[in-house]
DNA sequence: CCATCACCCGACCGATCGGTCGGTCGGTTG
DNA sequence: CAACCGACCGACCGATCGGTCGGGTGATGG
């Protein structure tokens, strides 16, 4: 475990990621982060000019970690099955790996902005990727859809089927099979994941009648 | 709009049920929701003992109301294929009708309980009414599969597809499908919703080769 | 006519909120 | 040596938080 005594500031990004994820924006205080990182309440405000921009810092470094793992499956040249595909073992992987960003991610996807932080450079920079991530999909669908690939859809329900169908997944509770509670974030659970939204995506729920 | 000067009682939980909703238990104070049921904070706690209280009656309601919707659904004798198709018309059709009722239950679904609210008999209330909705579905699940007409499924990330697909569509902004922004909880819309559904459950998103 | 009651309110409480201020400390620079 | 710097902190600010208290009001009923 090479500790490479990281700054201050990402040891705050980080003790943040995980308070935002785990209680929202408005259940987190400046001095809980504060005292999580090992700083004094006035040095998070050294860093960072308010509360609304740390919250956003986070979030924008969440998004983007997604979407540069997202952008290179929506861009390469396989076909749309198979972008699909890895679209869906991307996204799962993504999502298992770094518990906090689906809950992050959902947070940001379905909540309102009580107080319009939206003038703020950072919080325009995480829309701006989100849309643009979300946008990568609905490309990716409508093309398969042009190519007949795929059932004629509305692509914007299909990927708010999709976001919910993964990001909702790993945001709650993850209560897996039978073992009720258990983190249940082993590689076995992860790919039986992927499985079930393969197999959703191709054939549906339905047993074919013939 | 025949207004039966419901009372004060309801007033406050009709108002405070848009309020959380819109902005969680966190990012609401007491006088808020006081002003705008057009009373004086301290008359909040005549009627409720306390903010948690509150927020456990509000969810409760609403879980109730989709409890008694889901219930003749999941305990009807027809067959696998047409309680699932019910199921999700039913859903939809909660869902659609009370925008509030998607976010407190996305809410209630993946956030934590920052202060272990859990003693208070209204949340515990709350969490068995909730249970007993969702095993509903995945008892539902689990008789199709057992009768072959569902492939072999893992019925528990079934049942959180099914949540997903459905209570975070209503939970985010509905983009819909052009028309940006609109609110679009016209009826065609909401049938939409329900044809990808049942599509996506019978058939899957990809077209049949042969 | 008076007691009771549900209902409502303004004033107030201690705690905590996000944020500011003045200042300390250790490490470059010249 | 002095001058400067980023990092950090304790103390403090006004505002707001959930919640309490005592008292007011109007209808009810003996």
């Known amino acids: 475990m090479a500790l490479p005594t990281l700054s201050s500031r990402d ?3 980080d003790v943040a990621e995980a308070l935002f994820a785990r209680r929202g924006f408005e259940g987190v205080g400046m001095r809980e982060i504060a005292t999580a990182a090992g700083l004094g309440k006035s040095s998070l405000f050294h860093h960072f000019r308010s ?4 919250y956003y810092e986070v979030l924008g470094r969440v998004i ?3 979407h540069d793992r997202l952008a290179p499956v929506v861009a390469s040249h396989s076909g749309s099955i198979e972008k699909l595909d890895r679209l869906i073992d991307v996204l799962v992987d993504a999502l298992a790996e770094q518990p906090t960003t689906a809950r992050l991610l959902l947070r940001a996807l379905f909540e309102e902005d ?5 003038q703020l450079p950072e919080a325009i920079k995480c829309e701006q990727v989100l849309a643009d991530t979300l946008e990568g999909i ?3 669908l409508r093309e398969g859809v042009d190519a007949g690939v795929f059932r004629s859809v ?3 329900h299909t990927v708010q089927t999709l976001i919910g169908a993964t990001v909702y997944h790993f945001a709650s509770g993850e209560l897996g099979d039978g073992l009720l509670g258990r983190p ?3 590689a076995e659970a992860v790919s039986r994941r992927k499985e079930e939204l393969h197999n959703l995506f ?4 339905v047993v074919r009648p013939a």
Do not use: C, F, M, N
């Open 184 to 186: 249940l974030l082993s």
């Open 64 to 66: 983007e970690r997604l």
């Open 138 to 140: 609905q490309r990716l």
């Open 114 to 118: 009580a107080t319009a932080h939206d």
């Open 202 to 205: 191709h054939h549906g729920l």
């Open 51 to 54: 509360k609304p921009q740390l």
């Open 154 to 156: 509305s692509v914007a």
């Open 11 to 13: 040891k705050i990004l």
